[in-house]
């Protein structure tokens, strides 16, 4: 995903949040068929365990941003990129088990910013704290999540090509 100022628009905050994740959730479902074989996407490869990891951490990590920013506080940056580094962790088989662990993570996460969007004003949206994108731009920003999982794809059909 670019670094470039996201482009917005009139949609509520934690709608495109919660569609977001609701998009990826969608496409986890048919992860249980993965065959094993890692997904290439530009120059990095991609499975369902490094999807969900990765959507996981890009939502933590901005959230941290934003009430670090809302407290006054420094926000710590991310020096890990963890979009270019595949574990062995993200070569395991995706479950039954590992779906509902994502389900359940993803679904709290996108609670807590639902919660905390729908509590900011407008002008706390595009005149946000601190240095760095507005609230607004960073929530834009993580619809780009669903790269992580579209790279990977659905995989309901059984035998399909990627």
Known sequence: MPDEIPTTDDRE??????????HVLDLAATWTAWDGRPVRADERIYTPHKAIRRVTDHLIDHLA????????????????HASASTTP????PFTDQDLA????????????????????????????PGAG??????????????????????????????
Do not use: C
């Open 65 to 80: 941003e934003v009430e670090a920013r809302l407290a006054g506080n420094p926000t710590i940056p991310d020096r890990w």
């Open 13 to 22: 905050p934690a709608l495109v949040v919660t569609l977001m994740i609701d």
């Open 133 to 162: 994108w507005t609230f607004r731009q960073i929530v834009f920003h993580l619809a780009g999540s669903t790269y992580y999982a579209d790279a990977v794809g659905d995989l309901s059909a059984v035998g399909s090509d990627r």
């Open 89 to 92: 962790a993200d070569l395991a």
């Open 101 to 128: 662990e994502a389900r359940s993570r993803l679904t709290r996460l996108s609670q807590i910013w639902a919660s905390r969007l729908t509590k900011l004003t407008p002008d706390q949206l595009d005149r946000s």
